[in-house]
């Protein structure tokens, strides 16, 4: 069983600031997703990664396969950021299933 | 495309009750799988689907069944409610693109069992 860590469970940030959630996972894959997750809401997939960087609006998403860890960044952070950031392996070449991290909650304030 | 689809959005369950939820998907998607999602705990797979006709267990299989009949369905059965079962349910489905699985989630069934 991969076995995922974030940090940090819980993020609180001013707006405009810097964010980053990291991820560390046991078991080499070849995929990961990141996802969001608002507060009662349902969950939308940010990022599918298999190596090296990417990069949507203000979110950028890393990945070190040969380290078993990734990072989620958040540049100039706003309100509407604040929710629950998931890291998932998995989901890549012979391995489609996911196994979850608990997630970060991040809230951000005005 | 209406994407994953999942009733009821709310249910309230007496112990021993049994019902089904519903997960509908449009994209015709191969992977279809169910997970519950608890406080403190990340998202654990119940069970999932790499096909019609294929069902295989996930994490937490106890105390809930599933089929496949068509592409699109993917119905969670509890047989029996236990209120160790209230939780949010989330059906998801994935296709392979060069081999890389893009995941689509459901809005999520909130059940209760009392």
Redesign the interface.
Same mark, same amino acid.
Request: aromatic letters at 8%.
């Given at each position: 069983k991969n076995e995922?860590e974030q940090s940090p469970q819980n993020l609180t940030a001013q707006e405009g600031e810097f964010i980053t959630i990291n991820c560390s996972y046991s078991v080499g894959i070849?995929?990961l997703?990141w996802?969001q997750q608002h507060p009662g809401? $349902? @969950?939308?997939?940010l990022f599918?990664l298999?190596s090296g960087k990417k990069k949507h609006g203000r979110l950028i998403a890393t990945i070190n396969i040969q380290e078993k860890h990734s990072s989620l960044h958040i540049t100039a952070s706003h309100p509407r950021d604040s929710a629950v950031y @998931?890291c998932?392996p998995g989901?890549?070449?012979s391995n489609?299933?996911?196994?979850? $991290?608990? $997630?970060t909650l991040l809230t951000v304030n005005p | 495309n209406a994407g994953v689809t999942q009733t009821p959005k709310f249910q309230v369950l007496k112990t021993g009750q049994s019902m089904t939820l519903q997960c509908a998907q449009d994209m015709n998607h191969e992977y279809m799988s169910w997970y519950r999602q608890d406080p403190g705990m990340g998202l654990r797979l119940i069970h999932y689907s790499v096909g019609a006709g294929i069902t295989d267990q996930g994490e937490v299989p106890n105390g809930y069944n599933v089929s496949r009949s068509t592409t699109e369905d993917f119905p969670l059965r509890l047989l029996s409610a236990a209120p160790s079962q209230t939780s949010v349910y989330f059906c998801a489905s994935s296709y392979s693109l060069t081999g890389q699985y893009e995941q689509y989630f459901g809005p999520g069934t909130r059940l209760t069992v009392t």
């Open positions: 995922v070849s995929a997703h996802l809401g $349902g @969950i939308v997939s599918m298999s @998931i998932a989901g890549g070449g489609y299933k996911l196994t979850f $991290g608990k $997630g | -």
